[in-house]
């Protein structure tokens, strides 16, 4: 099957710096989208991708779509401690379902 | 801003239960998903649902388990008899007409005893 690895798996950084995280697949996707994940709660929809080498911004967030088709990275600039969470990436291809990423934990240290 | 809401927001039952959980999509999304998520780890696809049938099934979604979208707002999952290993959080998603953006909601936890 399908398989999406993240990496890093967790970062820890301070308030204020930038965050860069990525997403690499074995095989192509034809959307992708990044989703956080509070302890306890649902994902929630981030950015969504839709053409190769598409590069869009959501406020603070930036996300690219490689051009291979195989991989995406995400990008958070000016962290603040409400960006603590779980980042998955996801792999949509023709049929209907997501395939999710690992995902990688951010942590803010005081 | 519309939500999609589940219920309830934990569950425990016993080994061999039935359990049904349950769900509202958005109004007016058109597909419907159900994903779980074992402790720690990756979102994993279940079922997808369109047009009142299953769309698509992965190789977790057996005979044990099923889907029902009984009236115009509920969509439902029951496993008929649970396993231990069935404990895990599960979400709902819908989705509007493209299938691509999907909106998930906040889970129930499923704990097996």
């Known amino acids: 099957g399908q398989q999406l690895n993240q990496s890093p798996q967790s970062m820890f950084i301070q308030e204020g710096e930038d965050v860069s995280m990525n997403c690499t697949s074995s095989?192509?996707?034809?959307?992708w989208l990044w989703y956080k994940q509070d302890p306890g709660e649902g994902p929630v929809l981030l950015i969504a991708l839709y053409k190769a080498g598409e590069l869009t911004s959501n406020g603070r967030l930036t996300a690219q779509f490689g051009i291979t088709r195989k991989d995406s990275f995400l990008n958070i600039s000016a962290s603040i401690p409400s960006d603590v969470g779980i980042y998955f990436c996801?792999?949509?291809?023709?049929?209907?379902?997501?395939?999710f990423g690992t995902g990688t934990r951010l942590t803010i240290i005081p | 801003e519309p939500e999609v809401t589940q219920t309830p927001s934990h569950q425990v039952t016993q080994m061999g239960q039935e359990v049904i959980l349950r769900c509202v999509p958005i109004?007016?999304?058109?597909?419907f998903y159900w994903y779980r998520q074992i402790l720690g780890q990756k979102v994993e696809f279940l079922v997808s649902f369109y047009n009142n049938e299953i769309s698509e099934k992965s190789e977790i979604f057996d005979d044990q388990f099923s889907v029902e979208r009984p009236d115009g707002s509920n969509f439902t999952l029951k496993i008929r008899s649970t396993k231990l290993e069935d404990s895990a959080m599960y979400f709902c998603?819908?989705?509007?007409?493209?299938?691509?953006?999907?909106?998930f909601g906040p889970g129930t936890r499923l704990t097996v005893l």
């Open positions: 998603a819908s989705s509007p007409g493209t299938g691509v953006e999907q909106f």
């Open positions: 996801a792999g949509h291809f023709g049929n209907e379902k997501l395939t």
């Open positions: 095989s192509i996707f034809n959307t």
């Open positions: 109004s007016n999304h058109l597909y």
